[in-house]
Each structure stands twice: as structure tokens, then as C-alpha cells.
């Protein structure tokens, strides 16, 4: 009998969030880790896939909707990426309308969360899939903990942790999947390494796997099976997992 996956259809995912929270960096980092393009763009270069435009290479900023098409683990992935500019939102809230997943994207600064609040308010009422983003993690003093919290105030559904950081002193040079449990170490451009989990991460990340599945098996028992299924065939030596097996939200 065949173990290969059945081909799905394409799918389409947003990527929102506020001005300058990173989202057209983004979107050239998943063109760049998927073979889409041979070399990542920068913003301040003016080299980037998005942000084409003359207007939008002299301002450094989304001023309209880009759009990319890439392929992962079979999958076929159309990526919208939308102005995050104030006076721009209702570009994103279009292009909500007719997206398989909304990818919003912030910064780790807790005082920033509010500027979210239309965003989530908007996902929710109209029952869209997605999961927060949390982008700039080289920040100093950023806290993860402290933005879920900030978040959670302004999501009606539970928030939970898909990943949590590893830190070297108060730099951050990894992370860990909580649904596979395995640990990877990040590498500038490059495709993160597969790395043993650190002893320093062992009781954070088994307490906040915990607090995963705690609140997945109120939500969801098909995507408690899921994780259950991901993490044993991790150990179990298999091939890993989709990072987009078990939702963050």
C-alpha cells in the first residue's frame, strides 16, 4: 500500500499585520527556503519580489497587494502579501476574504499587540483560519510570553504556543517545534539545523507542550490526534513532519 500523501489542491495565505512588522521580509524568506527564487531580496535594497512598484521602492513599504506562488512538501502555496500601512487596511481585509489562512505577523513587543486588535477581531468573527507569526525575534528584550499573553487579551479563541526559543545568554539561536518535539538551531539564509534538544530548554518545553495539548484537546480532538501522531513518528525517526500540521491557534 502507498504511504504517499494524496496531492491537494492549491492553497492561498495572507500575510498580515502592522506597518514595518516585517511581512514582505518574510514572504522573500519563504520564496528564498522553497527554491521559488535563487536569492533572497532585501527591503532596503529594492531587490525584493514584493514591493515592485516605483512608489513602493521609494517609500520601503507595501503600498499594494503582492503576490507569489511557491511549492512545499508537494503543496502548491499562493502567498498575498498585504499592506500593513493604516490607511491601506481594508487591501488586507479583501484579500481576507478569499484565503485559506491568514498569517498575521508582529513583533515581540507586548505594547504593540493593540495595533492587531481590527486584524483578530475580523478573523474571528468570520471564523478564518490562522496563526500569529512572531517576527523579529533578534529584537532585544523581545518576550514571547509576555506578546501571547498581550494577544490572548484580544483573541476570543485560545492562543497557544506551536514553538518556543532557545537562547544562548540573551541572544536567540533556535528554536523547538512542541509538536515534533525536535529542536532546530537558525542559520542566516539558510534552512534551519537539526539539532539534539538542549538540557537548558528540556522543562520549558515539555511544560509548554503541556499547555499545547491541554488546550488543543478542548478545541480540537483531530488535531490532538494529530500532534499525538506528528511527535511519534519524530521519534520514531520518520520524516518530519509539515510545520503546519498542528495550528498555533
Not at 58 to 81: C, H, I, K, P
Not at 127 to 136: D, G, Q, R, S, T
Not at 169 to 176: A, N, R
Not at 205 to 211: G, I, P
Request: charged share 25%.
Amino acid at each position: 500500500m502507498s504511504t504517499r500523501k494524496p496531492p491537494s489542491a492549491p492553497r492561498c495565505a495572507a500575510l498580515v499585520g502592522p506597518y514595518l512588522s516585517g511581512k514582505t521580509s518574510l514572504l522573500e524568506s519563504v520564496l528564498s527556503l522553497t527554491g521559488a527564487v535563487s536569492r533572497r531580496g532585501s527591503v532596503r535594497e529594492s531587490n525584493t519580489v514584493g514591493d515592485g512598484t516605483a512608489e513602493a521602492r521609494a517609500r520601503q513599504m507595501s503600498t499594494e497587494l503582492n503576490v507569489a506562488t511557491t511549492d512545499y512538501l508537494g503543496e502548491t502555496w499562493t502567498f498575498l502579501d498585504c499592506p500593513g500601512f493604516i490607511e491601506l487596511a481594508q487591501d488586507a481585509f479583501n484579500a481576507l476574504s478569499v484565503v485559506d489562512l491568514a498569517v498575521v505577523v508582529c513583533e515581540p513587543e507586548p505594547q504593540k499587540v493593540l495595533t492587531l486588535a481590527p486584524l483578530l477581531r475580523f478573523l474571528d468573527e468570520r471564523n478564518i483560519p490562522h496563526l500569529v507569526f512572531v517576527n523579529k525575534m533578534d529584537l532585544p528584550g523581545g518576550s514571547i510570553r509576555a506578546t501571547l499573553e498581550a494577544l490572548q487579551g484580544l483573541s476570543t479563541r485560545p492562543l497557544v504556543l506551536r514553538e518556543i526559543p532557545i537562547r544562548d545568554g540573551e541572544k536567540i539561536s533556535g528554536f523547538v517545534d512542541l509538536v515534533s518535539e525536535r529542536a532546530f538551531r537558525w542559520s542566516e539564509a539558510q534552512r534551519s539545523e537539526l539539532i539534539q534538544l538542549p538540557e537548558t530548554v528540556a522543562d520549558r518545553e515539555k511544560e509548554a507542550r503541556a499547555e499545547m495539548l491541554e488546550a488543543i484537546a478542548d478545541f480540537d480532538d483531530a488535531l490532538l490526534e494529530s500532534c499525538w501522531k506528528t511527535s511519534s513518528q519524530s521519534r520514531g525517526g520518520s520524516t518530519p513532519a509539515s510545520p503546519a500540521t498542528c495550528s498555533r491557534i
